[in-house]
């Protein structure tokens, strides 16, 4: 049965027990449950606690260590040398001086991959190390190839290393009675657009608003629910809502809800608008996919991998494409098109779905 150790190098030093950083992770987590009994799967974290956990039969080792580039934690690398791996994920490419010497310890029989998290390619120094890392790493593992171009634009990724699509993390909301939760939300619109995410410049949420306020005034019955905790651009948002009438009319700010609250807002919406510029992966996507919202989504790399079809993209920081996109749901059954995403999202954006694709891999890796 092959070993596979799972390492988060990064300390999360506001933590202090295993609980908090569980829970923290249990979305980038539960791949484990399906993989258990076909590989012996091990997890390490480091936080301000040490110990052992077993959880659904996986070890679980919690360790301490410190966020320095060139720290190298030995108590984590002899212990992992003890276990003995055939396979080591490392979460994250920032993380290249431990990685290059966990690897001279474990030897040519452990094989690397490293799961990408959004991170950039380092420059200078840190960049050279990250060059260097590359050679010791079996694969990379990311949420959407078209994520990786730039790694291998700057050389940091040599031109033919494997690369695999993987998804970071699932979710483990489930659809729920959408009657019920549009009467508890009290919404009664005839088409319900929602809005997760942060007000910033990457989300673009004022090319959003410019595009449904052109929808809106078409179909002044919708409305646009928008969910956000950091606020940077709160004040554009509030003063183009309120120097439109239409949008005034039409767009509502929650402001923030719980992550307990999520499933109520998804299942109650009939489509999810993003406008992001750029992601690793797209949990709010995944998660309101599988409430069975329909997106429509900006026409980037992980969104067109997480989506696969299945509903609509546009240009990003282009209003009139969405607004394009957004005449599109008149011509579509929602109902129908709900019910097929939300059985897409079962199957392809799940923990078991995250846990085939990574044993197959470890399984052809192990192989060569």
């Not at 040519?108 to 380092?122: A, D, M, N, S, Y």
Request: glycine residues 6%; charged residues 25%; contains cysteine.
């Amino acid at each position: 049965m092959i070993r596979l150790i799972d390492v988060t190098y990064y300390t999360h030093l506001e933590y202090d027990t295993p609980e908090q950083i569980l829970h923290h992770h249990k979305e980038s987590l539960g791949y484990i449950h399906y993989l258990k009994d076909r590989m012996q799967v091990q997890v390490i974290k480091h936080l301000n606690y040490e110990g052992v956990l077993e959880i659904d039969g996986t070890k679980i080792s919690f360790l301490k260590s410190r966020n320095k580039f060139f720290h190298i934690p030995l108590k984590t690398h002899r212990y992992i040398k003890s276990q003995n791996p055939d396979i080591m994920i490392v979460q994250g490419l920032v993380f290249p001086v431990q990685l290059i010497f966990l690897k001279m310890l474990l030897g040519k029989q452990c094989h690397f991959l490293v799961q990408h998290h959004g991170e950039t390619p380092f420059k200078g120094v840190k960049g050279l190390f990250q060059r260097l890392a590359d050679y010791f790493i079996d694969g990379y593992l990311f949420t959407a190839a078209g994520n990786i171009h730039i790694w291998k634009q700057r050389s940091v990724i040599k031109q033919g290393k494997p690369d695999y699509e993987v998804l970071e993390a699932a979710t483990h909301m489930t659809r729920q009675d959408k009657a019920k939760c549009q009467a508890s939300l009290g919404i009664n619109s005839t088409d319900t657009f929602l809005w997760v995410g942060r007000l910033e410049g990457n989300k673009d949420p004022i090319t959003v608003l410019l595009g449904f306020e052109k929808y809106a005034k078409e179909n002044p019955s919708t409305c646009l629910y928008m969910i956000y905790q950091e606020t940077d651009l709160l004040a554009e948002v509030q003063s183009l809502i309120k120097g439109s009438h239409i949008l005034s009319a039409t767009v509502h700010l929650v402001g923030k809800v719980t992550k307990e609250e999520l499933p109520t807002w998804f299942s109650a919406a009939d489509f999810y608008l993003s406008g992001s510029h750029k992601e690793a992966a797209g949990f709010a996507l995944i998660e309101s996919m599988t409430c069975g919202c329909i997106p429509i989504v900006t026409d980037i790399p992980p969104f067109r991998k997480i989506t696969n079809g299945y509903g609509l993209l546009y240009s990003p920081g282009n209003a009139d494409d969405l607004y394009a996109a957004l005449k599109k749901t008149k011509e579509i059954s929602k109902e129908n098109v709900s019910a097929a995403i939300t059985r897409y999202a079962q199957q392809k954006l799940s923990f078991k779905s995250i846990a085939e694709d990574i044993y197959k891999i470890a399984r052809d890796i192990t192989r060569k």
